[in-house]
């Protein structure tokens, strides 16, 4: 049983303003090595995925090649398509696995020039994203 609730805006004290907002959400979001990069959330992606200048900074073999149609808020372009085997990313402070994560072509033709991906909803299959608006911040909490 799944539910929402909605509460007036609070101005809170938050350690980071880790969530960017124009017409889009961009949350911050680190790498295994302490790097930050801006990733978007996409609630009806049913897999997340990273761009070409992402993998650029970590060096990783993909798997498969081939090209697919890709959908965004500045319409569709067809693109290549790539498997990473594996991907760790951090999610507030929590690390989350990633496995045959999809690697796509840089998104010059987006809005958001410094998007290095999107995070889909297989991100939540192990926990929880909170999205404080008015603060700028965001959480994930994981179920243990």
């Known amino acids: 049983h799944k539910s929402a609730v909605i509460h007036p805006p609070i101005q809170r004290q938050v350690r980071e ?18 790097g930050a990069h801006y990733f978007g959330i ?5 897999y997340s995925w990273v761009t070409d200048r992402f993998i650029t900074k970590f060096p990783r073999q993909p798997l498969s ?3 697919v149609r890709l959908w ?18 951090r999610l ?5 696995q990633f496995s045959n994560i999809s690697v796509t072509e840089n998104l010059d033709f987006t ?13 939540f299959m192990s926990g929880s ?3 404080d608006w008015h603060n700028r911040s965001y959480s994930f909490i994981q179920h243990r």
């Not at 017409?23 to 295994?32: A, C, V």
């Not at 996409?42 to 049913?46: P, R």
């Open 17 to 34: 303003k880790n969530l960017s907002c124009m017409e889009f959400p961009l949350l911050k979001i680190g790498d295994s090595d302490g």
């Open 42 to 46: 996409d609630t009806g992606a049913s």
């Open 65 to 67: 090649s081939k090209h």
């Open 72 to 89: 965004s808020a500045a319409g569709s372009r067809k693109v290549k398509h790539r498997l990473l085997p594996s991907l760790s990313l």
């Open 92 to 96: 507030d402070n929590e690390l989350s």
């Open 111 to 123: 809005p958001f020039p410094k998007m290095e991906g999107m995070i889909g909803v297989d991100a």
């Open 129 to 131: 994203l909170k999205l």
